[in-house]
């Protein structure tokens, strides 16, 4: 019996059985970024399960050339954990392993959830780059997409203009378009395609909306971006500036009011995002890294609680993959 002056023992931290795998998904077609090209998407898939039988699925999606670590350093941080881990273990991980703290504590979240699909979202439907765009826009509007996001800074600038022209005048005037240029262009491109979005809103009332221009110069020209978003009309959202929640907190701090792209799966600890999101509510949009089912839903959680200007997600990335996940998934993997 403990003496009254002695403290109350803290009841023990429950322990999760904790497996991994990891996977390999083949793109339909290879994706084009200014980054390069990217043929397969690899990740963990994490499950822990509790004495009662209850099980959180997470996942690691990491895009090393975005920020986060890369697939083997995650995998190395796996392999070092015990099978039985406690919340210490996930609440412990380095902030350099932001997909890592991500994938842990959205399985610790889930444990015991239902994987419900949410449907009450906009999506944004990335498009190809090139003008593979003016051909493919019209089956993903059949889908029900009505935002687009097209890719820029890939082809030369003078050719990109002629296509964006075309596609401006294709899409129906309801339709918005996004457009990326993942930090590819210099000042004064960025310039032209700010002027040539302005004035196509000034010109035509009917012409379709160009939400907003992402991440237009490199991560290093922060201060670039930010003068140029106080020179147009047209909106600049970051990205690539913006990975990890410690950059995002740091745009911020350096005077960022404008959008930021946040991908949470390579964004560090869900609860940590969560508590920046609601003390300065900010513009976001919520973005996919190619991930599934599982990061996927764990995602778009965090974006139904934390999108306050109701933009439209940019999840809109299934045609991107021959393959859907079937119903046996992800059990069958283990
Ligand atoms: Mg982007």
């Known amino acids: 019996m403990p003496s009254p002056q002695s403290p109350v ?48 699925w997470g996942e690691i999606a990491p895009i090393s050339w975005f920020g986060s670590e890369t697939l083997e350093q995650a995998l190395d941080f796996c392999h070092q954990l015990p099978q039985e881990i406690t919340a210490a273990n ?25 994987n419900c699909p949410m449907t009450n979202f906009q999506y944004s439907a990335l498009l190809p780059a090139g003008d593979t765009a003016l051909h493919q826009w019209q089956t993903l ?9 097209w890719k820029i800074g890939v082809n030369h600038i003078s050719q990109e203009l002629q296509i964006f022209d075309l596609l401006t005048q294709a899409l129906p005037y309801t339709a918005k378009l996004r457009l990326d240029a993942n930090g590819g262009l210099n000042y004064e491109q960025a310039q032209l ?3 040539t979005c302005d004035q196509l809103r000034k010109n035509s009332e009917s012409a379709v909306e160009i939400e907003f221009i992402e991440q237009p110069l490199p991560v290093a020209d922060f201060f670039g971006m930010l003068a140029l978003s106080q020179c147009y009309d047209t909106a600049i959202a970051l990205d690539e500036s913006v990975a990890t929640l410690q950059q995002l907190a740091a745009c911020y701090d350096k005077g960022w009011r404008g ?52 933009r439209a997600v940019g999840f809109g990335i299934n045609h991107f993959f021959t393959q859907a996940e079937d119903d046996t998934w992800p059990q069958s993997l283990f």
């Open 9 to 56: 023992p803290n009841p023990p931290s429950p322990s999760y059985h904790f497996e991994f795998r990891t996977i390999t998904r083949k793109f339909a077609r290879s994706l084009v970024t200014s980054h390069g090209i990217w043929e397969t998407r690899e990740a963990i898939i994490l499950k822990l399960s509790d004495s009662t039988g209850k099980v959180g």
């Open 90 to 114: 996930i609440f412990s991980i380095p902030d350099n392993l932001p997909a890592c703290q991500f994938g842990f504590e959205s399985a610790l979240e889930g444990l015991g959830m239902r």
């Open 141 to 149: 509007w059949q889908e029900g997409y009505r935002t687009f996001k």
């Open 193 to 195: 395609w700010l002027g």
């Open 259 to 310: 959008i930021f792209v946040i991908k949470p799966a390579i964004a560090g600890y869900p609860s940590r995002l969560r508590r920046f999101c609601q003390q300065h509510k900010i513009d976001a949009v919520f973005s996919s890294v190619f991930e599934t089912a599982i990061a996927r839903l764990a995602a778009l959680r965090l974006a139904a609680e934390l999108s306050y200007k109701n």
